[in-house]
């Protein structure tokens, strides 16, 4: 066996002096048979010609030899390896532009695989995280489709259950952690006391929480991420045993988390449940609607999905009868599990495989347009390989010369493709991050190299097949006519035809994708949000609770704060707010939807409650972001705390409960009729949730008579911005311990909120753009060799009368005729696949017919200008020249 | 090729230069001439396949090469039978005899 491998690999270092041997054995052969023919009575001379008549071709027989001999292949490969490098080396041009086109195809596929990859088909980096499941409980009668749990509900799961190993609850809050030289507002994941357990995370530094730390009167104890260990406490190694006071209490740090992402939120600490005073306070507990909480799951080993689903639908059936005051049969309770990875990844898989989609189809337009550049070049290099083929090579070893060279273009394209992926990756992670936090996992590793090699080895054969199978039929033809009139073969020619129909097919339905995104994109801009964004500073107040027990105390602290910043000159208004509009927090938060009930419209049995978003405001809230009052009045500090309870709404709440009628003096509820709140007013409808959310029914409650709000807005004559340092020291000699966060504008918060349109836009408009640019090269290519390639004819069309414009046609139609071919078939292809794009799309139809007459034009145009530049060298032929060059 | 000559059939032109070699170690040059003499002049080999062939014998490690001085004196490339070359030689030449007797067989039945 080794022998034989041995033998194989033999000719890689001995090439030189086995082809000697060969070399020197052939002669010997020769001279011997010479010999013997002088001994017959030759002369020498005719001795040595009926030697090499007898023997043959030698170098044939020496390309059999090769052939014959073990490890042929192997040095063959290293021959059509250096041969080919030459013929790049000698066509720079060539080598050039296939090299980039495809390095830009598969550059693309390689950023985009590497996402698809880290975010949707890498195992979570977690023991055995297949088996990990989310616990869904949902009302769908009510509308609600994802319930958190209660801790009520969360016991009866944990315990009635009998396909899961373990039930764990986790959310999130913000605290403040005091200890250190500035108070800080840290991110709290509330856990049970086996969420890392149940999860399979082993700590990095200290330990994990134990069993018990979660009971109630436990002694508070704490774990930070990795992330905030490394980047707030500078790695400190010490850190386990050391106390911060959150809470008002003392809460001593176990252990650090290792560098995994975290699910289902980043967070930068980890606390037990005992430890959230909201979630231990026993009222909190003992109610059964009192729901916050998120709850996985890990599967028995072996047990499917589809049986917890079943085993966890069965005990809310149980629930719904054993408390029907809880699940109402008009909200249609029920419950359900998914697997954590699809539940991660839900909102980006669509999104990303379009991405996937695209970028094949980029990769298959360079392949096309690369395919024909070698057609192109065979056609030049027809006598070279003919006469190769005439010397002794044979059909498969110029076929593997071929697609050595091919396969050498795309490992180049390949490995310039990945620099362009590393390029891009950044970009692509922050898109990512949008959707998913597993964008962190996103890396280029070596199964993403594999890929690259993968699809670049790939690419070369398949557009190296292509021509290289088209050439053999021709190659007779090619010799007899000899010269380099040799013609097109009619089979070549529609094969180059198809491939240029196919390239501007591909690239309608790309450039389609991409219209239609931007005309989404600028529908969503000229969306009017219902307020005005500009210079308007937006602050985060993260007061330390537990110092803010009544509202009183809290009051006080906002109209304090209030009223110095109002008393900067810059400063035209300011106001406190429960949120504001396209506050990136509230928009991944989603609307607060409560229910409520108006005066005189009792429920009837099995109508849900109607429900309405809801926030609190201080009175300058409405002139500071200038979200106009439509009728009745808005609030004043005359609304204070022992006046009657106000409200207002939006136009939607308006339109929606009243229609006609006048709301103004009617009251609501939210406690089911205890107590009573006036609709004193109606303003405009805000883009609250995104610009290409629909406006949810809203009120609107003062500050003064529930004091929630913990963002300060603030309208200045300046740039909002340079405001920032002067309401951050404000804040502090107001109370030193409130941190302050998220400091942005209101302009920016509205550029955010478009950012992951726009960086689709950006993406699918590169990709088509991308497509075009080869599109159109592919073209210009294929119309430049039609002119050389009929010069001779045309020549005679000139010399018997043609004019030059008549001949400029005759070219021009051939290459139009394609583009319109190609122009069909995508009309076609982007009818079709449209609808896959639709829930990218905001107030465009995926057939929209503006964008898709847009795309026709510019294609047309494109491919108009692509023929017409090499079509111009027709002009330019000097008919006697053209005949007599033949 | 000229008459009272035979084309070599397919296949037996391996099995020809194994027989050779089952004597003695011999150039290229040497097996074409010895098979053309032995066959008394009937079998003559084609020069252009008697060396891919040898190079594929050589491949598969039935036969094995190496310089040494010719009858003239001068340096030749002497191929010699291996142990399984040896082994092939042998299955050959039953599979030979069993298709020469059957064809032997069917010409004499008619």
């Known amino acids: 066996m ?107 596929n390689t950023a985009i695989f590497s996402v698809i990859y880290g975010v949707l088909v890498r195992p979570l980096p977690y023991h055995e995280g297949e088996r990990l499941v989310v616990l869904k409980q949902r009302t769908p009668l009510a509308g609600v489709e994802e319930l958190p749990f209660s801790v009520k509900e969360i016991e009866d799961y944990r315990g009635r259950n009998r396909t899961l190993e373990g039930v764990v609850e986790y959310h999130t809050m913000t605290f403040l952690l005091l200890g250190r030289a500035e108070p800080e507002r840290v991110r709290v994941g509330v856990v049970s006391a086996n969420f890392f357990d149940l999860l399979g995370v082993p700590p990095a530094l200290g330990r994990t929480f134990r ?71 026993a009222g909190f507990i003992g109610d059964r609607r009192a729901r916050m909480m998120t709850v996985f799951g890990r599967l028995k080993p072996g047990v499917p999905v589809t049986q917890a689903q079943a085993d966890l639908a069965t005990i809310a059936g149980a629930l719904r009868q054993e408390y029907p005051d809880a699940y109402p049969a ?135 097949l292509m021509p290289a199978f088209s050439f053999e039929r021709d190659l007779l033809a090619a010799l007899k ?97 429960s949120t504001y509009p396209l506050n990136p927090e509230g928009i991944s938060f989603g609307p ?41 009045r808005a609030f004043t500090e005359q609304d204070h705390e022992d006046a009657p309870e106000v409200a207002l709404i939006n136009q939607a709440l308006a339109r929606h409960r009243w229609g006609e009628e006048d709301p103004i003096g009617k009251r609501v509820s939210f406690n089911r009729g205890e107590t009573w709140i006036t609709v004193v007013g109606v303003v405009g409808d805000v883009k609250q949730y995104g610009l290409n959310r629909e406006v949810t029914d809203e009120f609107y409650r003062p500050m003064a008579q529930f004091p929630s709000g913990n963002n300060l807005l603030a309208r200045t004559t300046a740039d909002p911005s340079s405001l920032a340092r002067t309401v951050r020291r404000l804040v502090h000699e107001v109370d030193p311990e409130t941190a302050v966060t998220d400091v942005h504008t209101l302009e920016e918060a509205r550029r955010d909120s478009l950012a992951s349109p726009r960086l689709m836009t950006l993406l699918l408009g590169l990709f088509a753009g991308l497509a075009l640019l ?57 009818l079709a696949l449209a609808r896959l794009m639709a829930h990218l799309l905001f107030d465009v139809e995926p057939t929209d017919p503006l964008t898709l007459l847009a795309v026709t034009a510019l294609l047309l145009v494109v491919a108009t200008i692509a023929c017409l530049v090499p079509a111009q060298r027709v002009t330019g032929i000097d008919p006697l020249r053209a005949l007599r060059a033949e | 090729m000229g008459k009272g000559k035979a084309d070599l059939l397919q296949g037996t032109l391996d099995m020809l230069i194994l027989k050779t070699l089952a004597l003695e170690a011999m150039h290229g040059w040497g097996i074409s001439q010895r ?76």
């Not at chain 1, 290519?781 to 009368?801: D, K, P, W």
């Open chain 1, 2 to 108: 080794w022998r034989r491998v041995a033998r194989g690999l033999r000719p890689l270092w001995r090439r030189g002096r086995m082809e000697h041997e060969m070399e020197a054995e052939l002669r010997f052969h020769l001279e011997r048979e010479a010999e013997e023919n002088i001994r017959r009575g030759m002369s020498p001379e005719a001795a040595r010609a009926a030697a090499r008549r007898s023997f043959g071709g030698v170098d044939q027989v020496k390309e059999e030899c090769r052939d014959a001999r073990g490890g042929g292949l192997v040095e063959t490969l290293g021959q059509d390896l250096r041969f080919g490098f030459r013929v790049l080396r000698h066509n720079p041009g060539f080598a050039l532009l296939a090299t980039l086109t495809l390095a830009l195809g598969i550059g693309a």
């Open chain 1, 211 to 281: 069993a018990g730390e979660d009971g109630h009167g436990a002694e508070p104890v704490l774990i930070l991420s990795h992330r905030y260990w490394r980047e707030s406490h500078g790695g400190d190694p010490g850190i386990v045993g050391r106390t911060f006071r959150m809470n008002d209490r003392a809460h001593t740090v176990v252990g650090v988390l290792p560098a995994i992402p975290q699910y289902p939120q980043e967070n930068d600490v980890y606390m037990p449940v005992s430890a959230c005073p909201t979630r231990s306070a």
């Open chain 1, 330 to 464: 008009r909200h249609g309770y029920g419950a359900t599990a998914a697997p954590l990875r699809e539940e991660l990844t839900r909102q980006a898989r669509p999104t990303f495989l379009i991405l996937l989609g695209t970028a094949g189809l980029v990769l298959l337009i360079a392949c096309a347009n690369v395919a024909n550049l070698m057609l192109a070049r065979l056609m030049r290099r027809e006598r070279e390989m003919a006469l190769r083929a005439a010397l002794g090579a044979s059909r498969g070893r110029l076929i593997r010369q071929l697609l050595t060279e091919s396969t050498l273009l795309a490992l180049a394209g390949g490995g310039l493709g990945l620099l362009i992926a590393a390029g891009g990756l950044d970009l692509l992670v922050a898109f990512a991050a949008r959707f998913t936090t597993r964008a962190g996992e996103i890396r280029i590793d070596a199964l993403i190299l594999l890929f690259t090699l993968a699809i670049s080895v790939f690419t070369g054969l398949g557009f190296g």
């Open chain 1, 481 to 577: 006519e000899g010269g380099s009139r040799a013609t097109a073969g009619a089979g070549r020619r529609r094969l180059r035809d198809a491939l240029i129909v196919a390239q501007v097919a591909v690239s309608f339905m790309l450039l389609t994708g991409a219209g239609l995104m931007i005309r989404s994109l600028l529908k969503l801009q000229q969306v009017d949000p219902g307020f005005n964004p500009e210079k308007v500073l937006t602050i985060g107040l993260n007061p330390n609770w537990s110092k803010y027990r009544t509202r009183e105390q809290y009051r006080d602290f906002y109209r304090r704060l209030l009223e110095r910043v109002e008393r900067q000159p810059e400063v035209l208004s300011a106001a406190v707010g």
């Open chain 1, 592 to 632: 607060w939807n409560r229910n409520y009930v108006i005066e005189g419209r009792p429920l009837a049995d099995g109508e849900p409650a109607p429900q309405a978003d809801f926030r609190t405001v201080s009175p300058g809230y409405f002139g500071t972001i200038r979200l106009p009052l439509i009728r009745g």
């Open chain 1, 774 to 830: 080869i599109t159109a090269a592919g073209i210009a290519g294929v119309i430049a060799l039609t002119v050389s390639q009929r010069t001779h004819e045309i020549g005679i069309r000139m010399a018997l009368g043609a004019t030059r414009a008549s001949v400029l046609g005759l070219v021009m139609r051939q290459g139009l005729a394609l583009a319109v071919a190609g122009l069909g078939l995508g009309l076609l292809g982007a």
């Open chain 2, 35 to 110: 098979i053309q003499q032995v066959s008394g002049g009937v079998l003559s080999i084609n020069q252009g396949s008697l060396y891919p062939a040898l190079y594929r014998l050589e491949a598969q490690g039935w036969i094995a090469a190496e310089w040494g001085a010719s009858e003239n004196n001068r340096q030749a490339k002497y191929y010699r039978l291996t142990r399984a070359g040896r082994r092939q030689l042998e299955e050959e030449t039953r599979n030979w005899e069993r298709l020469a007797a059957a064809i032997g067989q069917v010409m004499e039945a008619s």
